[in-house]
């Protein structure tokens, strides 16, 4: 037996016409990881796809330890030792931690007897739950854990079918960084044993950490593979965008000497949440949020949206005092934000990308007392916008914004807020698992709203994205300010230090 | 911490809700009629709420998987008629396998336009509800349709001092709780309500599932269609006419939840029994007829609001697992 355990070749793909995949080819050894990296809408996904049994491939070979495969579906993939740990997980929170464990393969009470066997499940449970270091019980509903416990569930659940290939798409983006490095040190594990990892990332030093070997796809085609050692972080970022990204962040004029404050808070309290916040956020100006996961950072842009209630405090929008907030008041006062959770709050993934545009502007953009909507109108808005925006899709009026990629969506999200001309921005994770690319757009077109006067409330847990881009860091922690830098003091371990210091 | 015990505190509360509720009708009730709260009333009640009990397990699976089926009345309806006209001559150990046949029978044809055609089901069991009764009414001539002594005879007997129709739902019952608690089929079930897509991403056979439920509940109303019109010895034109009411709210009652994945059969059963005695204690309190849709409406409209309360709740709490780097 060689020591390959997969080998790809020649994958090509079409969807309506387009071709997605061009030839790719793939090599994993046995016991290795294979670092996947490209922008979004590189191939990664569909490839992937291929392999776990999503999606057919059109042409191409796909061989597993040495025989040609074809997985038709997640079953037929999972029978052959390929499992998937998609970004989203495919757990159930109403089953118990077991039985998502088991759920395709029961043990049962005998051949024939279609009755679970508890007992058995229960162990052979624990034993899986070990493997992957998990202390909790397997009868535990696993809508009581937390997301970094729930992937090792499903890490759990990929051993317990013999998996020989695991893939990870994505599996940081949910998790804390003690998560990340417990799950970093099982994906180890896994290696030692003799199974193979296919890693698919954004956070590039992650990808050299972990990877033994690492495969760069560009436009659907493979444009760099081999030994990690072969590869740095900049070498990747030049192959995955095919110029030479030298500077990640767009240059700025810097702030005009910021105008006057366009948001102040004073003494903003909540019991649990935020303790005795203050700032001022001035027009034309970046204030960029650091902290750590739990730090209340976005808690913080929630209740200055209006999502949550504050109990003691003041906020002032240019000067005036404002009442209890709710999202409609901070929006006639021309605050916008952009959610962290952009699948779950930000879009309508069904419906089309003009609707998604123009939906927060629908009120102010008709015409009349009875408010009739103004469809052409409208659609040139949404036009404008995403052009604006640049968003990459056929046809906005008609392609839902489920089919966009990662980067595409977040750029809908941003344009249907500037579609309101917001003075005030509150941006939580903007960037959150979007490729180098689309970064860079999202930070230009945060230059342009800077330039044209609006003040940004940037909230990021990448420290040198805010460094890159903020005109000062506020540092928060357990619900309170640590400290404000300005440009001239941003430091990585200053701010880090900022954000631990108990 | 606070806010989150009390939002555990108002969740349990909501899910006791339907039990209050109970009590406090039959305190209501027994204040104000003297024959509520005797022991043969309580018999009374849940003979009577057997059938409802009995058709609202088999609409807990299709619940469980984000569906409903409105067309149970008019298959007990159906069942009813085909039992008088057709099957009168043969024993019961022959006619009821044959009517859950039909009843099952008639859920595939909405599992084929669900699961094939991807129609909600709600729309095509709404067609089905109309087209049921129609065929129906089509073979009894809308006349009332008699049935034969077997039939009536189990409608009036017991077995051990207990009505047959109590034995029946038990057995109902039973191997429902054992099909949705013991099987890695019931199991599947509660994980295809909770996410279809998941589910499919998980390895599980998605679309035979959603197919069995809908034919497990069509049997179901036969056999609820059975009980019932063992009971009452014949069917009128109205049988089982909008009992796919009292079945949903009896479902929706017991704790199983519209959006799908939660739920059971004990619940269901409880539903049923709380539908039931409300209906019993207008009955006793000689009230207005023209009142009974209205309370019925009344608790329909507790039933969801209770579950469209329960599932926010529960979002919220799933939502706001706060990450706190210890």
């Known amino acids: ?146 997301q970094g416990e729930r992937q090792l569930i499903e890490i759990a659940k990929a051993l317990t079918r013999q998996a020989r290939l695991i893939i990870f798409d994505e599996p940081t983006t949910s998790l804390t960084a003690r998560e990340t490095e417990r799950l970093f040190e099982i994906i180890g594990r896994l290696r030692a044993q003799g199974i193979s990892v296919i890693y698919i990332s954004h956070i590039l030093q992650d990808v050299m950490r972990l990877s033994d070997d690492i495969a760069v796809l560009r436009d ?283 | 911490m606070n806010g989150l015990n009390s939002r555990a505190l108002a969740l349990i509360a909501l899910r006791f809700a339907p039990l209050m509720l109970f009590v406090a009708l039959c305190i209501v009730f027994g204040a104000l009629s003297d024959r509520f709260l005797s022991l043969a009333n309580f018999r009374n009640i849940l003979a009577q709420s057997t059938h409802v009990a009995v058709m609202a397990i088999g609409m807990t699976f299709v619940l469980l998987v984000r569906g409903v089926d409105l067309s149970v009345g008019s298959v007990m309806y159906l069942v009813a008629v085909a039992m008088g006209l057709y099957l009168s001559g043969l024993p019961l150990a022959l006619s009821i396998p044959a009517i859950v046949l039909i009843g099952a029978a008639f859920g595939a044809v909405n599992a084929c336009f669900v699961t094939g055609l991807r129609i909600a089901s709600f729309i095509v069991t709404l067609a089905t509800l109309f087209i049921g009764r129609g065929f129906a009414l089509y073979l009894s001539e809308t006349k009332m349709v008699f049935q034969s002594d077997t039939v009536q005879t189990l409608g009036r007997s017991s077995f051990l001092a207990i009505p047959w129709a109590i034995w029946i739902a038990a057995a109902v019952a039973c191997a429902a709780w054992v099909t949705l608690t013991q099987t890695p089929y019931g199991r599947q079930i509660y994980a295809v309500g909770a996410d279809p897509d998941s589910a499919a991403k998980a390895g599980i056979r998605v679309q035979p599932i959603v197919f069995s439920v809908f034919c497990i509940c069509g049997a179901c109303a036969a056999i609820g269609a059975l009980i019932s019109v063992s009971q009452v010895g014949a069917a009128a034109a109205t049988f089982g006419y909008q009992e796919e009411f009292p079945v949903i709210a009896a479902a929706v009652l017991g704790g199983t939840s519209l959006f799908g994945g939660r739920g059971g059969v004990f619940g269901s059963i409880f539903g049923a029994v709380l539908v039931q005695t409300t209906a019993n204690g207008l009955v006793m309190l000689n009230a207005d007829p023209y009142l009974y849709p209205l309370v019925n409406s009344l608790i329909i409209f507790i039933a969801a609001w209770v579950d469209g309360r329960r599932r926010l709740m529960t979002e919220r709490i799933e939502q706001r697992k706060i990450r706190v780097e210890a």
């Open chain 1, 1 to 146: 037996m060689s020591d390959l355990l997969l080998k790809v070749a020649g994958l090509n793909k079409s969807f309506f016409g387009v071709q997605v995949l061009r030839d790719v080819g793939l090599e994993l050894r046995r016991g290795t990881v294979l670092g996947l990296v490209g922008e979004n809408g590189s191939g990664k996904s569909t490839t992937m796809n291929i392999l776990g049994g999503v999606l057919t491939k059109d042409s191409g070979r796909v061989e597993l330890a040495g025989e040609e495969v074809q997985p038709a579906s997640s079953r037929d993939a999972l029978a052959l030792g390929i499992a998937f740990i998609h970004q989203e997980l495919s757990l159930f929170p109403n089953l118990s931690v077991e039985e998502n464990i088991f759920l395709d393969h029961f043990p049962k009470r005998g051949a024939g007897i279609p009755f679970i066997d508890r007992r058995r499940l229960r162990d052979q449970a624990s034993k899986a739950l070990e493997l992957v270091d998990l202390k909790v019980s397997p009868t535990t509903p696993v809508m009581r854990l937390p």
């Open chain 1, 220 to 502: 659907g085609e493979v444009v760099g593979a081999g030994r990690r050692e072969d590869f740095t972080v900049e070498r990747l970022v030049t192959l995955m965008v095919g110029r030479s990204i030298d500077r990640l962040f767009p240059e700025r004029e810097p702030s005009q000497g910021p105008g006057g404050a366009a948001l102040s808070v004073r003494g903003l309290s909540q019991p649990g949440v935020v303790r005795d916040v203050s700032f001022e956020l001035r027009r034309g100006e970046v204030l960029g949020v650091s902290g750590l996961m739990g730090s209340g950072r976005s808690e913080l842009a929630r209740i200055l949206f209006g999502l949550d209630p504050y109990s003691e405090g003041e906020v002032r929008v240019a000067g005036e005092r404002l009442p209890p907030l709710k999202p409609r008041l901070a929006m006639d006062r021309g605050v916008a934000f952009l959610t962290e959770d952009r699948r779950g709050e930000g879009l309508m993934m069904e419906a089309s990308i003009a609707d998604n545009i123009v939906l927060p502007s629908l009120v102010e953009r008709s015409r009349g007392f009875i408010r009739w909507l103004d469809p052409a109108g409208l659609d040139q808005a949404a036009r404008d916008m995403a052009e604006r925006v640049r968003v990459n899709a056929r046809a906005i009026d008609t392609a839902a914004a489920r089919t966009l990629s990662g980067g595409n969506q977040q750029k809908v999200v941003i344009a249907k807020w500037l579609l309101r001309a917001p003075s005030i921005f509150i941006l939580d994770e903007p960037t959150r698992g979007i490729d180098v690319g689309a970064k860079y757009e999202v930070y230009k077109i945060i230059n342009t709203m800077v330039a044209g006067g609006a003040a940004i409330l940037f909230i990021s847990s990448e420290i040198e994205e805010l460094i890159g881009m903020a005109d000062r860091i506020m540092v928060m922690g357990r619900g309170e300010i640590r400290g404000f830098f300005e440009r001239a003091s941003f430091d990585r371990e200053t701010l880090m230090s900022a954000a631990l210091w108990q």
